[in-house]
């Protein structure tokens, strides 16, 4: 059984859950929604391979309420650029949801990179297990987490402040 | 040194929390072996053949002397008492136990060191030329700008699930000592118009299928460097293979689109993110380098000295050799070989990591800079103290004086330690060194580089070796082979394979053979690597392999 955890359960800096809901959602694949695009069935939610070409696509994913991503494995790296794109060159503004192997060690990545709900599954959310989210309380990048769907003191305290040298530390 | 931030602090000490509960849930098996791999890659934990390995950041080589003493002390407490030096400026743990790894990061981040991104599929520790703020021929100080890499690569949510590692380097000087066009980027600090700003060269790379850098961008304006970097690194995310892992580097993306159109993705790309957020601004350049310590040089009126004399043969053959001229009028550059006959090449014990600690302190404003062919630098030393250093270091068996000659060999740890081996390259080392043991005769054959691999992924680098030697598997037994004409320089050349792999015994004399082949055809003055780019390589086939007609 998988869960869904959302946007407001978020906060800056660590990733909180707090609220997470069952969830048993469906998505359509890119192919299937080239076909029903034209039809009301459009409305139901797109799920993007890891190897779309997300440039290639964007204006037909422009009015989604929502585009999920697929991680087939946990290791995939390519769904962090997508999202990062989709944020950054197209500042779209929906929601982004991470979907498949999504493991709670990585969510702060994501969520770094843009995603704003994140299906995952029961086992993961184990006491322990979350545990490994609270542990980062800055960055060293400018990342794509501040946008506009997301709380706005995101921003303030994800961004990179460069060392200031009166706060050097000498060992 | 830079000084870390608290920032800086902070994040080493979450990640060595974050860590030890990953470890922990895996311990109790809370968490697949298969996902812990992964962690425990990005903090630089191996498990290998005999033990766990730990693979520490020495981010751009540089060390202070209380860094070196915490490595000795972490290598006392919970390894055999010594570390192994790589040729990608880090230190490595044999004997870790896994439980004890995050109390050993914990240690590492009280003296600003950690072991993040020192292996796994993401950016690694970046490198830079070990002379950098000392060498004559230097353009600008590449380590504000190495810094600057490291703390944007650490822990980067876009490009932590690369297809495969990505190595950067940075150069800032004429004479490339960073190896720049065999990383995944490299940059080279060059002029134009009063301007310095990058040269970026990509998709080079040893391992497998060793390929020399190709030049994307002439020349980058400093502050564009960030936004240069995501693009490239984004390209490659997105479009690297993730299907082979053989396939998998940015060198072979690359070459499959063809230099100029990879070129072309990248610009735009970078126009996309050009001027934005991670754009750097003069301010935090002027601040970046105030994050640096600077050796607190005095003003020496002394005459610049063409050669320095010695008091003995032996002190004049480490001057000669292991001291090199210091851009500061009155001090000099001194190199510490690791490579003395019968140790490990790399390998350095506690004791000796204390005391190179106390002579830094004494000698060098308490810092050390580790190099890429695995030898320590003191890097500020007055030369009116370079004798008095000389017998410390004669004591300790730190003064062999073979920098750049032929028994200075880069080596992996090979078949002795890593489970990836074909076959042990240590002994193979220790059986070439022995055959250079007069120092005259070293002296005579000048400088030459060989490096050696225990097996194709290249840690020895032996495809830039003058010599070249790896270790492949023939049914079974240990076999090695021999290739010639690499050269790490700015004239980065690929070494080229002679012929049939040597069984082990027969590598040190087919190694002489090479040698004395060179000795032959040399013009006067001329290095190995000068009579080989002149003479060809037949001649060294013909020498290699006696009584087969090349
Ligand atoms: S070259 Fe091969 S044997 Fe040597 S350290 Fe690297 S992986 Fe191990």
Redesign the interface.
Known sequence: MNKLIKPESLTSGTVMISTAEQTNQTYLAWSDYLELEETTLSKQPVLLEPDVDIDEIYQRLKPLSLIALNFPSFYEGRPYSTAAILRQRYHYQADIRAVGAVRVDQLNQMYRCGFSSFEISNDQLTDTRTAALQFFSSCQQNDSSDAPTLANNNQQLWSKAWAEPNSMIRI | MY?????????IE??A??FK??T??FL?G??EPE?FQ??RLRNGLYLQKLAPMLRVAIPYGML?S??LRKLAYISEKYDKGYGHLTTRQNMQFNWPKLEQVPEILEQLS???MHAIQTSG?CIRNVTADQFAGVAGDELEDPRPWAEMIR??S??????????RKFKIAVSGSDHDRAAVKVHDIGLKLVTKENTTGFQVWVGGGLGRTPIIASEIKPFLDKEHLLTYLTAVL?VY??LGR?DNKYKARIKILVKALGAETFAQRVESEWL??KD???TISQV?ID??K??FSHPDYLDLNTKPIERLAGTDTQSQAWLDHNVLPHKKTGYAIVNISLKNLGTAPGDITAEQMNLIAELADDYSFGEIRVTHEQNLVLADVRQSELLNLWQKLKKADLATANLGLISDVICCPGGDFCSLANARSIPIAEAIQSQYQQIQEVIDIGAVDINISGCMNACGHHHVGNIGVLGVDKKGQEYYQVSVGGNASEQTQLARILGPAFPAEEIPQAVDRLVQCYRQYRLPQENFIQTFNRVGIDAFKVAAYPGIAA
């Open positions: 000084q870390y931030s608290e920032s800086d602090q902070t994040l979450e990640r929390a974050q509960n990953q922990r849930r109790d809370d968490m996902e992964q962690h202070s209380n860094q009280s003296v600003q599929s703390q944007w650490t822990l980067h949510p876009e490009f932590n699930w690369l297809p984004r995310n997105r993730r996309t993110l934005g957020p991670d935090d601040q970046f105030r994050c």
